[in-house]
């Protein structure tokens, strides 16, 4: 068990690490490679102040017809992102880590708060599963990528709280926690989770052709 | 591949059905991948990979809106139902499929682009909707009365097979009619240098020509230096922009720019249409290589608006009735005119009641994006798929609705008929026609 665990710590902390951060910059670049081969009717027209507007926009969860007409998604969505991005980067539990193998010193939150923090991820997900497997326009569109993505989100945080209380087999469910995890990273660039890298871009290039073209609001 | 939606509701076209007829699956396999790989990429790609198929997009469509919420009309259902299974199989799919593909991409969207205000991540599904056409195109999969009107562009430059002689007898006959009121009126032809190159779509010579009619008495009775051609070229719609066929497009846009040129006009003012608005400001362009359009293009409220601010356009009395006004979705969402089309309606009519929602987030006509044009056999797919538009024309509670651009017209004509909302259907020109000063006007 020792072994299995200094081998998810390790060798795969760092694979998953590296396809994370190199998988990443590879879709950034190769995407742009396309961008300029292939959509060039649209490339020029980006346009940082109306990108920044646009996502400035989306990001008040109140400020947007889309938001707006499905408040209770919309407030799910938000706590569920912020939760999500907060939680495992202040974490005490992997400060430690972080100061234990590399000797950097990394703020974080209490247990408390990313204890309460988690469940909300957690309820995030079982909101967006429920939703996604009774709401007819969404079982219309659903296929098994967009079950891997939340329930690998999913599996994540339940393994993170369960090791944290201790339930079961401490180790083996802190293994378990941090494969998910090290899948959840890598998974990044390559699946449907890809819009956390994207979305910027995607949004920015909506806002930049309402803006500087349309001359209208693109929320 | 063949899930509920398009599949049971499939419309009996001449067009379509010839057209699949002579398909293969390894035909279209053939065309879809030359599409992709040749005319789309980072955004396509993106857009697919990234939507999270949260069904946000939804609320946004008339369609959606005006079948109780059936799922398969959502913008993402959409998508799902065409590109992403086209995508899913590498372009293997069968002639049946392309079908439905066509039906859904030239009859049950109208590419206006509202669901961009519904969709977080700022996926436009117009644009995934455009390259489902352009393949349905290049498969030669189009609506009969839709591909009618692109051979129209193709072979006459405009769309309603107008011959070369008719056109300038049009306009002398509007001429001639209109010297009954105004006896010093022109519609000047081929007056090089002048300011303003007006253009109109082919509907107009063919049987909108009070129109015509109404805006030469507009140029005329505010001094305008203006112009019309007396060759091809005068016709600023395009239908083959929405049958995806691009190339077609491209010469429509390049006889209007070039017919601009020629006369050495400042600049192009177009009467009230929307998607004639797109293909000269947004789309056509683009497919020539010019960033923004290479001669100065203003869609008619824009013109009216700055006549009213020179002071050139005086009111000499107000429309009284009540009236509320239609956001076309080509120049409010397309352009921004939202603010100059409600000036422009405020200085002639006192009771003006705003239609919700409005502005950018306005429903659709359901006619645009060359839906009305798919004819007779679509009739019903666009009258049944805005319901919502018919309680909304309700809700305002006023006799007459004010809608600045063609498509719009048509398409609200067959609402408020079907839905009887018993309200009367104008153009702005109408209202300014009927209320401004007119100098040298002898009744």
């Known amino acids: 068990m020792n072994a299995a665990y200094e081998f998810v710590v390790g060798p795969l902390a760092w694979i998953a690490g590296a396809i994370f951060v190199l998988g990443s910059i590879y879709r950034l670049v190769s995407m742009y490679a396309l961008a300029v081969k292939k959509d060039y009717s649209s490339l020029p027209y980006m346009d940082l102040k109306y990108s920044l507007r646009s996502i400035i926009h989306w990001l008040n969860p109140f400020g947007t017809a889309g938001w707006k007409a499905s408040p209770w998604t919309a407030a799910v969505t938000f706590i569920f992102h912020i939760c999500l991005i907060i939680t495992p980067l202040f974490l005490l539990g992997h400060a430690?880590?972080?100061?234990?193998?590399?000797?950097?010193?990394?703020?974080?939150?209490?247990?408390?708060?990313?204890?309460?923090?988690?469940?909300?991820?957690?309820?995030?997900?079982?909101?967006?599963?429920?939703?996604?497997?009774?709401?007819?326009?969404?079982?219309?569109?659903?296929?098994?990528?967009?079950?891997?993505?939340?329930?690998?989100?999913?599996?994540?945080?339940?393994?993170?709280?369960?090791?944290?209380?201790?339930?079961?087999?401490?180790?083996?469910?802190?293994?378990?926690?941090?494969?998910?995890?090290?899948?959840?990273?890598?998974?990044?660039?390559?699946?449907?989770?890809?819009?956390?890298?994207?979305?910027?871009?995607?949004?920015?290039?909506?806002?930049?052709?309402?803006?500087?073209?349309?001359?209208?609001?693109?929320? | 591949m063949s899930i509920p939606g398009i599949r049971d509701r499939k419309i009996e076209d001449v067009g379509l059905q010839a057209g699949v007829d002579r398909l293969t699956e390894d035909q279209i396999q053939k065309t879809i991948k030359k599409v992709l790989k040749g005319e789309t990429g980072a955004k396509l790609k993106l857009y697919a990979e990234t939507c999270m198929r949260c069904g946000l997009c939804a609320e946004g469509c008339h369609y959606y809106m005006s079948h109780d919420k059936d799922p398969s009309?959502?913008?993402?259902?959409?998508?799902?139902?065409?590109?992403?299974?086209?995508?899913?199989?590498?372009?293997?799919?069968?002639?049946?499929?392309?079908?439905?593909?066509?039906?859904?991409?030239?009859?049950?969207?109208?590419?206006?682009?509202?669901?961009?205000?519904?969709?977080?991540?700022?996926?436009?599904?117009?644009?995934?909707?455009?390259?489902?056409?352009?393949?349905?195109?290049?498969?030669?999969?189009?609506?009969?009365y839709i591909q009618d009107t692109a051979h129209s562009h193709s072979a006459t430059m405009n769309q309603m097979w107008v011959k070369d002689d008719e056109w300038p007898d049009a306009l002398q006959w509007q001429e001639d009619e209109a010297r009954d009121e105004i006896p010093n009126l022109r519609i000047p032809l081929e007056v090089e240098g002048a300011d303003i190159f007006y253009s109109v779509i082919g509907p107009e010579p063919k049987f909108r020509t009070q129109l015509i009619y109404q805006a030469a008495v507009l140029m005329n009775e505010t001094g305008q230096s203006w112009t019309m051609p007396a060759t091809p070229g005068w016709d600023n719609s395009d239908m083959a922009m929405y049958t995806g066929d691009y190339e077609v497009m491209g010469r429509i846009k390049r006889a209007h720019f070039d017919t601009a040129m020629r006369l050495k006009v400042k600049r192009i003012v177009m009467g009230e249409c929307g998607h004639a608005f797109r293909s000269i400001y947004d789309m056509g362009n683009r497919w020539l290589g010019w960033k923004m359009h290479p001669v100065r293009v203003m869609h008619a409220i824009e013109f009216y608006h700055e006549l009213l601010e020179k002071?050139?356009?005086?009111?000499?009395?107000?429309?009284?009735?009540?009236?509320?006004?239609?956001?076309?979705?080509?120049?409010?969402?397309?352009?921004?005119?939202?603010?100059?089309?409600?000036?422009?309606?405020?200085?002639?009519?006192?009771?003006?009641?705003?239609?919700?929602?409005?502005?950018?987030?306005?429903?659709?006509?359901?006619?645009?994006?060359?839906?009305?044009?798919?004819?007779?056999?679509?009739?019903?797919?666009?009258?049944?798929?805005?319901?919502?538009?018919?309680?909304?024309?309700?809700?305002?509670?006023?006799?007459?609705?004010?809608?600045?651009?063609?498509?719009?017209?048509?398409?609200?004509?067959?609402i408020i008929h079907a839905y009887k909302t018993g309200q009367e259907l104008k153009f702005l020109i109408d209202i300014i026609y009927e209320c401004m000063e007119k100098p040298d006007a002898v009744e």
Request: with cysteine.
């Open chain 1, 96 to 219: 430690v880590l972080l100061e234990t193998f590399h000797g950097i010193e990394w703020p974080t939150i209490s247990d408390g708060l990313a204890d309460g923090l988690t469940m909300l991820v957690i309820a995030g997900c079982i909101f967006f599963i429920i939703r996604r497997a009774t709401v007819d326009k969404l079982k219309y569109i659903t296929s098994g990528m967009d079950w891997f993505v939340i329930f690998l989100v999913l599996a994540t945080f339940l393994t993170g709280f369960a090791a944290y209380h201790q339930w079961l087999n401490y180790q083996f469910i802190l293994i378990l926690h941090i494969l998910a995890g090290e899948a959840m990273l890598a998974s990044i660039p390559f699946t449907r989770l890809s819009h956390m890298i994207f979305w910027v871009f995607i949004r920015g290039y909506m806002g930049s052709e309402f803006g500087k073209v349309r001359h209208a609001k693109d929320w």
């Open chain 2, 73 to 144: 009309y959502a913008p993402v259902s959409k998508v799902r139902q065409t590109m992403w299974e086209i995508l899913r199989h590498n372009g293997k799919v069968s002639p049946e499929f392309i079908y439905g593909c066509a039906q859904i991409a030239y009859t049950e969207c109208n590419m206006c682009k509202r669901c961009a205000h519904y969709c977080p991540l700022g996926i436009d599904i117009g644009y995934i909707i455009s390259v489902v056409r352009r393949i349905c195109h290049k498969l030669g999969v189009v609506p009969l």
């Open chain 2, 311 to 414: 002071g050139q356009l005086k009111i000499a009395k107000t429309f009284d009735t009540p009236v509320t006004l239609h956001d076309p979705c080509n120049i409010i969402r397309g352009r921004g005119l939202m603010d100059q089309a409600r000036e422009v309606v405020k200085a002639f009519c006192p009771n003006f009641v705003e239609m919700t929602p409005n502005r950018e987030h306005n429903y659709c006509c359901c006619a645009g994006g060359g839906v009305i044009n798919c004819g007779p056999p679509f009739k019903n797919v666009r009258v049944e798929g805005n319901k919502v538009k018919a309680e909304q024309l309700i809700r305002t509670g006023v006799p007459v609705v004010i809608a600045p651009c063609h498509n719009c017209h048509g398409g609200l004509e067959d």
